[in-house]
């Protein structure tokens, strides 16, 4: 795309420019970053970011993500953002995380915090807390 030109419209009253997009890791719909309040869309015309993204079948992105990828703002609505416990290695709905750890993300399920020994529990949530430790500095 490094020899991608703008495209003008009505006399320079608008132009088509390239965005960033990346697709939702769980729906593979393309993603587009919600724009604030202030944002190039013109708010005053039928044709604003909404309508435009709604017209392309685009979605939003959120800041969720799954195995390190994003997913749009209908699949953490929809409760479908996934996990993989880092004890049992097993893939996990969302409202099943019981730990977490670091950035990017470990986490550690409420089935292994409800069934493993407290010492085999406490032993993984050391090792992940040490591997972690330096992540937010």
Not at 103 to 130: G, H, M, S, V
Not at 132 to 137: A, K, L, T
Request: glycine share 4%; proline share 4%; net charge negative.
């Amino acid at each position: 795309m490094e020899n991608y030109n703008p495209k003008v419209h009505e006399n320079g009253r608008y132009v088509e420019m390239l965005i960033e997009a990346k697709k939702c890791k769980c729906c593979e719909k393309i993603m587009i970053a919600k724009l604030g309040y202030y944002s190039i869309f013109p708010k005053y015309i039928r044709i604003n970011q909404e309508a435009q993204m709604k017209a392309a079948g685009f979605v939003y992105s959120t800041n969720i993500l799954v195995d390190n990828e994003p997913i749009c703002l209908e699949c953490e609505q929809g409760g479908k953002a996934d996990f993989l416990c880092a004890m049992c290695e097993e893939r996990k709905i969302s409202d099943k995380k019981q730990e977490q750890f670091g950035d990017p993300a470990e986490f550690l399920c409420k089935d292994c915090y409800e069934t493993k020994p407290a010492k085999i529990w406490e032993e993984k949530c050391d090792e992940l807390q040490e591997a972690h430790r330096y992540d937010f500095e």
